[in-house]
């Protein structure tokens, strides 16, 4: 058992896999889901948040004391507030009033300034696009100007592609003795497919990744944006660019409903007891969705984003 931490920061890794198979009944293969949601912060940002800081303060380009500003969908910026509060700089989010307001409170709790930013006109809440980002992506960089402060600045740093390289996938194939055959994820900034694909695939280059986004603004894989409006936060941004992602590593692109993710998290929670948010619904129904085709009798890894609580005011568990 692990000795008394000297702070939260210790165990922001090292997360379980589990097995979904009360999900796969009848399917033949298996779904190896790793519970990022239980970080901390409740997400897998709080490893990519502690690195990025750790990183700069290494290279010199976080200074004592200096204030820390990041745009968020909620999960980077709460792990920022934790590394911040614990470390003692300065952090401002700044985030789309259309994420839910949980992540909001929650990283004010946690000492962080939050910014909110309104949607464009005709938005709705719970639906951010990649236009709501763009004035999130502004008013951001106001901050940073007017403060003098840190941009921890989640889609460049490379920090974010070095923890899921170095350490997300490293755990995951060490937890299933490396008997993986695919991964699929749900993308934001890309950071977490692309870090985790590239060293699976060093691994093994048998190992097939996919790219998964929401079924209306699937323009990573080239397709038509239909609407750039959906409810899988976190991610799905209409960007038909992201740094990290080398598209050397992407064997296929899956899409996934509103609907689907929504019933998939559901499912997670009723029938494997695993209560997280949208994407980590999105990342199960691309699973299964794998299973059910070209990957039937393989075992393919993913990972549970976040945590349920994030989303209790959402549409996710309203009637669920
Ligand atoms: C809940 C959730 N799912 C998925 C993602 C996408 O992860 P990545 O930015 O590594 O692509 C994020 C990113 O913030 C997130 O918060």
């Known amino acids: 058992m692990q000795k008394i931490c000297g702070s939260v920061l210790e165990v922001m890794k090292n997360t379980p896999v589990v097995e979904l198979s009360r999900l796969t009944k009848g399917l033949k293969g298996s779904i190896f889901a790793k519970m990022e949601f239980l970080s901390p912060g409740l997400s897998k940002k709080d490893r990519v948040a502690l690195n990025v800081i750790t990183e700069a303060e290494k290279n010199g380009t976080l200074k004592p004391g200096q204030t820390v500003v990041e745009l968020t969908s909620g999960n980077?910026?709460?792990?920022?507030?934790?590394?911040?509060?614990?470390?003692?700089?300065?952090?401002?989010?700044?985030?789309?009033?259309?994420?839910?307001?949980?992540?909001a409170r929650m990283m004010s709790a946690l000492g962080a300034e939050v910014v909110l930013v309104e949607q464009v006109a005709g938005s709705e809440r719970g639906k951010v696009s990649g236009d709501d980002l763009k004035l999130v992506e502004i008013a951001a960089k106001k901050i940073v100007k007017e403060r003098n402060a840190f941009r921890a600045d989640q889609f460049n740093h490379q920090g974010n592609f070095n923890t899921h390289y170095l350490y997300t996938a490293q755990e995951l194939i060490a937890q299933t003795d490396g008997k993986i055959d695919a991964f699929c994820d749900f993308a934001g900034t890309g950071g977490s497919f692309a870090g985790t694909a590239r060293a699976l695939?060093?691994?093994?280059?048998?190992?097939?990744?996919?790219?998964?986004?929401?079924?209306?603004?699937?323009?990573?894989?080239?397709?038509?944006?239909?609407?750039?409006?959906?409810?899988?936060?976190?991610?799905?941004?209409?960007?038909?660019?992201?740094?990290?992602?080398?598209?050397k590593d992407i064997d296929g692109f899956l899409q996934v409903s509103d609907d689907e993710a929504i019933q998939t998290a559901r499912d997670l929670a009723g029938k494997e007891g695993l209560f997280c948010g949208f994407s980590s619904g999105a990342n199960v129904a691309g699973a299964l969705q794998l299973l059910r085709g070209e990957?039937?009798?393989?075992?393919?890894?993913?990972?549970?984003?976040?945590?349920?609580?994030?989303?209790?005011?959402?549409a996710l568990w309203q009637n669920a």
Do not use: W
């Not at 079924?215 to 944006?225: I, M, Q, T």
């Open 295 to 314: 990957m039937e009798g393989k075992n393919i890894a993913v990972i549970l984003c976040d945590s349920g609580l994030k989303y209790l005011s959402t």
């Open 201 to 247: 695939k060093e691994y093994n280059p048998e190992i097939k990744c996919y790219l998964l986004e929401p079924e209306d603004c699937a323009v990573l894989s080239g397709r038509k944006l239909i609407n750039s409006s959906h409810q899988i936060q976190g991610g799905g941004y209409s960007m038909t660019e992201l740094k990290f992602i080398n598209r």
């Open 76 to 103: 980077m910026g709460t792990g920022l507030a934790i590394a911040c509060a614990v470390k003692g700089y300065p952090f401002v989010a700044v985030m789309s009033r259309g994420n839910s307001e949980e992540r």
